[in-house]
């Protein structure tokens, strides 16, 4: 595949290969990025992060992953702050970072905005999350994740818990699961499953899928928790009712498997219990952390940049 220039916008743009590359690269990234060696790769380059939703992770870390490699961000990390706010369109904006910047990274309440942004531009594009849609640089994070500590993908037993209907991050992931040899069950309240498109797309590609209100994840070597997505709501009556649907707390963790790992995308609201993040199975801050690495690497991809 040529990287340089590439827009990333859907996991689903993504083979498998592919998807392996940007996890070992990462991993030759991270290990760069210890011996202090990655720090005139992007010297000379600027990222405009254009954030049109709040954001902690996904903005703090590309910020970080392109100044670890020796280059500048500019930019705008809530939308009151830039002139959508007097009419601009997101078109006319993401042209004008285009023409200040070498690779953007955007991310926008609205489905499909990423990849109309890709369109318009001669840069590379990230998406940096857009509505309930996609969320792929996260995607690649939990996946250098699992594989940093299982060795593998294949053959793993995940469960995803929370708010599958309006959860992109659990939509990419599912997606790019489609690729790998795992068995997942879906745990969310009946009104928040997962889009049946999603479950056909695994079960076309042979992978077994079970679906269920209940939370037993005894079995899981993966549990993949996920925070109820507020702002997706069209009914805050609706939200009010499921809100806590799924509490993991140390009752709940007792008698899973000894090396399950606990994921979350964060930011968590009531669904991880702060007792689970000193106990060995919590590594949702390791899984942000990892966003450096996998971020720095895709920012070198995209912008032609050799490590
Ligand atoms: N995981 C994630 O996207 O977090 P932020 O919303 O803080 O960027």
Not at 111 to 126: H, Q, T, Y
Request: hydrophobic share 35%; charged share 30%.
């Amino acid at each position: 595949m040529r990287w340089n220039k590439k827009h990333i916008i859907s996991i689903r743009d993504f083979s498998r290969e592919e998807i392996d590359f940007v996890l070992k690269k990462s991993r030759d990234m991270e290990k760069k990025l210890k011996l202090g060696k990655t720090s005139s790769l992007m010297k000379d380059k600027i990222l405009a992060n254009l954030f049109f939703e709040p954001s902690t992770r996904t903005r703090m870390s590309f910020e970080a992953a392109m100044k670890k490699l020796g280059g500048v961000t500019i930019g705008f990390d809530y939308p009151g702050i830039s002139s959508e706010v007097k009419g601009e369109t997101i078109v006319d904006t993401v042209k004008i970072a285009a023409g200040y910047a070498d690779v953007i990274v955007i991310r926008h309440p609205i489905e499909g905005s990423a990849r109309l942004a890709s369109e318009n531009v001669d840069v590379p594009v990230i998406n940096g999350g857009d509505g309930s849609n996609q969320h792929p640089t996260q995607t690649l994070l939990d996946l250098y994740t699992i594989k940093k500590e299982f060795k593998r993908i294949d053959g793993l037993n995940i469960c995803v818990i929370g708010d599958l209907k309006y959860g992109r991050t659990v939509h990419s992931l599912t997606n790019a699961l489609e690729n790998y040899n795992v068995n997942l069950c879906f745990i969310s309240p009946w009104e928040l499953r997962m889009p049946r498109r999603m479950v056909k797309g695994l079960e076309a590609k042979g992978i077994k899928v079970r679906e269920t209100t209940k939370l037993n994840i005894k079995n899981f070597d993966v549990i993949y928790v996920t925070r109820i997505q507020k702002e997706r709501f069209p009914d805050p009556q609706e939200y009010e009712r499921v809100k806590d649907a799924y509490i993991l707390n140390m009752d709940a963790i007792e008698g899973i498997k000894n090396e399950a790992i606990i994921m979350h995308p964060l930011p968590r609201v009531t669904e991880i219990s702060t007792d689970i993040d000193n106990t060995k199975y919590a590594h949702y801050f390791e899984q942000a952390r990892n966003g450096i690495p996998v971020r720095m690497t895709l920012l070198c991809l995209v912008c032609g940049v050799k490590f």
